[in-house]
Every structure is written in structure tokens, then in C-alpha cells.
């Protein structure tokens, strides 16, 4: 009985309306492409086909440094870090590249027997390294007394 009414109501519903519902209705699937990548397409068609790109390309070759893995490492960051702001996850991407960095830049191998700490207590002997800077020699400078 309600199943009847059902459909008698949505076939009333559908002459009444047609076609209209249709111009209203979303698609299951868009067929738009992933805006990240129409605008990263966009972009890089853009710099390849202008001049000044064409200039650039052909004067870098000649240059060294271009190849080297600091340069090519520093490129690839900048790509994924324009990736992320797209995202919009840029600062997030920033905060644990600077953690990434300090990680790896704080000597994170073992120190070989031989070589010596930063930290003369640590040394043999200890022994500091040349150059540095000691309470003895900051008072001596204040004092003006020779060294």
C-alpha cells in the first residue's frame, strides 16, 4: 500500500518537473581534474614556453654549481614546499623540515676515539681545542694583561 503511493507520488513528481531535476542534480564523479595538478600544469606550461626560460636554460648549462646535490636538494624542497602550500599545510611543511635539519646537523654519528669534543671535559687529558674562548683569557683581555 505505502510502497504504492511511493511511486505513484515520484511519477507524479517526474511529469510534473521532467527534465529540470536533472540541471540540479550532482554528478557521482567529477570529471574535473585535481586542482593542484591543473595549476601546477598551468604554471609549469607558462615558465617552459617563455622567453626568458628559453634564455636561462641554455646560459645554466655552462654553470657548474647548477649540479651540484645542495642546489638540486634545495630545488626539490622549494617543488614540495609550493606542493604543500597548495595544500595548505606550508607552515606545518616548514616547521618539520627546520626539525628534519636541526636533526641532522647536530652530529647525529659517533665520534671516532681520536677526534676530539667541543667540550673539554670530555677529552683526554682535557684538552681543549684551539681556539677557544676560556674564562682565564676573557679575564686577562679585561684586565689588559698579556695573553
Known amino acids: 500500500m505505502m ?9 507524479r513528481k517526474h511529469a510534473e518537473f521532467g527534465d529540470k531535476n536533472k540541471q540540479f542534480a550532482r554528478p557521482l564523479k567529477t570529471t ?8 601546477l ?3 609549469t606550461n607558462k615558465v617552459i614556453s617563455s622567453q626568458l626560460f628559453k634564455n636561462l636554460t641554455s ?7 647548477i649540479g651540484t646535490p645542495f642546489v638540486l636538494k634545495t630545488l626539490l624542497w622549494i617543488i614540495i614546499f609550493l606542493l604543500f602550500v597548495e595544500l595548505q599545510f606550508g607552515m606545518v611543511y616548514v616547521i618539520v623540515s627546520a626539525f628534519v635539519f636541526i636533526y ?16 673539554s ?5 682535557c684538552e681543549r681545542l684551539d681556539g677557544t674562548f676560556t674564562a682565564e683569557q676573557f679575564e686577562k683581555e679585561l684586565r689588559h694583561q698579556p695573553l
Open 121 to 125: 671535559v670530555f677529552n683526554k687529558d
Open 104 to 119: 641532522f646537523n647536530t652530529s647525529t654519528r659517533r665520534r671516532n676515539r681520536e677526534e676530539m669534543s667541543a667540550y
Open 32 to 39: 574535473r581534474p585535481n586542482a593542484v595538478y591543473s595549476l
Open 41 to 43: 600544469s598551468k604554471w
Open 59 to 65: 646560459r645554466i648549462g655552462s654553470i657548474p654549481v
Open 3 to 11: 510502497e504504492q503511493r511511493l511511486a505513484e507520488y515520484r511519477a
